[in-house]
């Protein structure tokens, strides 16, 4: 889930950006021009989101979406949570409030769930699910973390953007942990850990320029997988029907993979041939 130290994140409500000329949503850049899902919607109804490629995307009009497992992707796990103790008082909380603890804005954690390694800001702009145990049913926005080993060995700080709403947590409280719909995008594909789709890339993109705009609402290109382009049939891609995600960035009709469930990306406007675009109307904001 790493996705740069050169990112930045808000947690600001989103509304109409103040951004006006300084938007070419076909643009890439170098670094980071916006925060990560600045969000503007054009006058005819059509959705961009600014966006964080971890992978180069070497096609304009394919499915993109976060990277949801790997290294830095950690699970539902038990016993990674320490306990509140005043041996970890933050400056950021009130005297007597301590990680972990109902008022703070810190979670202390372990390293655990299959990953041992957490460099500072790992998880910035992701976000914590608390489930089992003090404090389940709750999620937060985390502001950034520390390094495994601070502040203490085989500890890490996660900082939150609000404060723990719950009761204290416990060694028992589970979490989960997942990063950014807007971050570290690769190409999506249905039923794998690339398989949330975040919108459509307006260009391509490379490890050097890996940040720029992806549509998520509108009338826009999408790459149609070869086997079901033909409107021939129920389920397969014809005008007026569902598509759902393929494989490599691209759709296909829900009724050869529908047994698999796999994330719809909108409506089809028109098809086209194996491997080329055809238009769709997203819906994914």
Same mark, same amino acid.
């Given at each position: +889930?790493?996705?740069?130290?050169?990112?930045?994140?808000?947690?600001?409500?989103?509304?109409?950006?103040?951004?006006?000329?300084?938007?070419?949503?076909?643009?890439?850049?170098?670094?980071?021009?916006?925060?990560?899902?600045?969000?503007?919607?054009?006058?005819?109804?059509?959705?961009?989101?600014?966006?964080?490629?971890?992978?180069?995307?070497?096609?304009?009009?394919?499915?993109?979406?976060?990277?949801?497992?790997?290294?830095?992707?950690?699970?539902?796990?038990?016993? +990674?949570?320490?306990?509140?103790?005043?041996?970890?008082?933050?400056?950021?909380?009130?005297?007597?409030?301590?990680?972990?603890?109902?008022?703070?804005?810190?979670?202390?954690?372990?390293?655990?769930?299959?990953?041992?390694?957490?460099?500072?800001?790992?998880?910035?702009?992701?976000?914590?699910?608390?489930?089992?145990?003090? #404090?389940?049913?709750?999620?937060?926005?985390?502001?950034?973390?520390?390094?495994?080993?601070?502040?203490?060995?085989?500890?890490?700080?996660?900082?939150?953007?609000?404060?723990?709403?719950?009761?204290?947590?416990?060694?028992?409280?589970?979490?989960?942990?997942?990063?950014?719909?807007?971050?570290?995008? +690769?190409?999506? *594909?249905?039923?794998?850990?690339?398989?949330?789709?975040?919108?459509?890339? +307006? *260009?391509?993109?490379?490890?050097?320029?890996?940040?720029?705009?992806?549509?998520?609402?509108?009338?826009?290109?999408?790459?149609?997988?070869?086997?079901?382009?033909?409107?021939?049939?129920?389920?397969?891609?014809?005008?007026?029907?569902?598509?759902?995600?393929?494989? #490599? #960035?691209?759709?296909?009709?829900?009724?050869?993979?529908?047994?698999?469930?796999?994330?719809?990306?909108?409506?089809?406007?028109?098809?086209?041939?194996?491997?080329?675009?055809?238009?769709?109307?997203?819906?994914?904001?």
């Amino acid at each position: +889930m790493t996705i740069s130290s050169t990112c930045y994140h808000s947690n600001s409500l989103v509304g109409v950006p103040q951004i006006g000329a300084d938007v070419d949503v076909y643009e890439v850049h170098s670094t980071p021009k916006f925060a990560i899902g600045t969000k503007f919607e054009r006058q005819d109804g059509t959705v961009f989101r600014y966006a964080h490629f971890g992978a180069a995307i070497a096609s304009v009009g394919a499915l993109v979406g976060p990277r949801l497992s790997g290294t830095n992707v950690l699970p539902v796990a038990p016993s +990674m949570v320490v306990a509140p103790s005043s041996t970890y008082q933050q400056g950021g909380d009130p005297a007597g409030v301590y990680p972990s603890a109902r008022g703070s804005k810190y979670i202390l954690a372990t390293t655990g769930g299959g990953n041992t390694a957490v460099a500072a800001d790992d998880y910035q702009g992701g976000y914590i699910a608390l489930s089992v145990g003090a #404090g389940a049913g709750y999620a937060y926005r985390i502001k950034g973390n520390t390094a495994v080993g601070d502040p203490a060995t085989g500890y890490y700080l996660l900082e939150l953007y609000d404060r723990i709403q719950s009761a204290d947590l416990t060694t028992a409280t589970l979490f989960g942990i997942a990063g950014n719909k807007y971050s570290d995008l +690769m190409l999506a *594909a249905a039923n794998t850990g690339a398989g949330v789709i975040s919108g459509a890339t +307006m *260009a391509t993109s490379s490890t050097t320029y890996a940040w720029g705009w992806i549509q998520t609402k509108g009338i826009a290109p999408v790459k149609m997988d070869g086997l079901n382009v033909l409107a021939a049939g129920v389920g397969l891609l014809g005008p007026g029907r569902t598509a759902v995600l393929s494989t #490599g #960035g691209a759709v296909a009709g829900w009724s050869t993979i529908s047994s698999t469930l796999p994330a719809v990306a909108g409506t089809v406007v028109s098809v086209n041939s194996s491997g080329n675009q055809g238009l769709l109307a997203l819906n994914l904001d």
